[in-house]
């Protein structure tokens, strides 16, 4: 999954983490790729900020990511 947002636009800051998580349900091996603004989701305070609309919070999202070992590339 690639990311190209953060604090500009939380929605789609989330949805490669919300792709992220459908594919661990399914039993797939993801990796996600931070690209441009979204660098900034390496800071725990700015995830922490982020929450989509009609989406989980991001932090849950970011740490199923990290809880099941997905790659986060930056």
Same mark, same amino acid.
């Given at each position: 999954?690639?990311?190209?947002?953060?604090? &500009?636009?939380?929605?789609?800051?989330?949805?490669?983490?919300?792709?992220?998580?459908?594919?661990?349900?399914?039993?797939?091996?993801?990796?996600?790729?931070?690209?441009?603004?979204?660098?900034?989701?390496?800071?725990?305070?700015?995830?922490? &900020?982020?929450?989509?609309?009609?989406?989980?919070?991001?932090?849950?999202?970011?740490?199923?990511?990290?809880?099941?070992?997905?790659?986060?590339?930056?």
């Amino acid at each position: 999954m690639v990311g190209t947002y953060a604090t &500009d636009d939380p929605t789609r800051a989330s949805m490669p983490f919300v792709a992220t998580s459908g594919a661990l349900d399914r039993g797939h091996e993801p990796g996600v790729v931070l690209m441009g603004e979204a660098v900034y989701l390496m800071n725990d305070q700015v995830v922490d &900020d982020i929450h989509g609309v009609g989406f989980p919070p991001l932090r849950e999202l970011w740490d199923k990511a990290v809880d099941n070992g997905v790659p986060i590339f930056v």
